[in-house]
């Protein structure tokens, strides 16, 4: 919805808040801009939307419509990366929904258990996520590809494009043109839920899990969770003042930073 203090057409965002206990339902909202703050009941004198829940079929379907998309290629480097880096991910390119030509968004499959579930879409030209079918409570982005890959290290950072970025620093690093890379599905405050739903298949598939996680609180605070979940987890450092490993790539620093994941101390 737009915005009527930061003047952005698409920043705020409504949420149906539903208390069961006392039998009540109401609105709130957020401005994800300028403004980042709470904004308040956004139908507040007028009648709010109805609410429709997708049924499984519905969205199934909207999942199958993006698999049918164009696979995402791209003739110049893109966020530091060259277009072979984004060779087996299996991401799409979604266009514009107005004309239906430009290149509007990436989106990053996401499975469970091996099928796909959804995909995690990021438009191009601003810092936002929306998601189609479930990306939530699933496996980790690029799992699939992992376990096909194996070996006995499994690298685990932050995001989509690091999981992407990391693999191509790998590439620069050592011999292979693939290394397995998983990121967590919904950031660092994830970890403890991602662990745990691939534990059973996964933890003791690769010998070592190396993390190569965010510069920040959030990433600081995820090695230390994962750590008490699975102690025998590395953590490798970034080169320079990296804050991840897509920005390692941009200040061209990514040979460093496959140096940095391959070479972690072996325990
Ligand atoms: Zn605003």
Known sequence: MPCRDCDSSDSVQAFINIDKAL???WYSSFCF???YEQKGDPFTGKDAPKVIVKSPEQT???VDLITT???FTISKPYRGMPPKAFKGWGCRTLLSEYDGKTPYAIAFPYSDYGKLSGWKARPFKKKAFWAIGQTRDV???GLIRAMRLG???LWIV???FDAIALNYCLTLAGPLDNYPVVSLTMGGGSIAKNLGHIELRVRHRFKYKVLVLDNDNVGIKAEETAKNLWPEVIA???PGKSKDANDAVKKNLAREMGKLALNFKKI
């Open 23 to 25: 039998g009540m339902e």
């Open 33 to 35: 801009g300028k403004c």
């Open 60 to 62: 199934k379907e909207e």
């Open 69 to 71: 998309c164009k696979p």
């Open 139 to 141: 496996d980790m982005f």
């Open 151 to 153: 070996g006995d290290t």
């Open 158 to 160: 932050e995001g989509e």
């Open 236 to 238: 490798v450092g970034k």
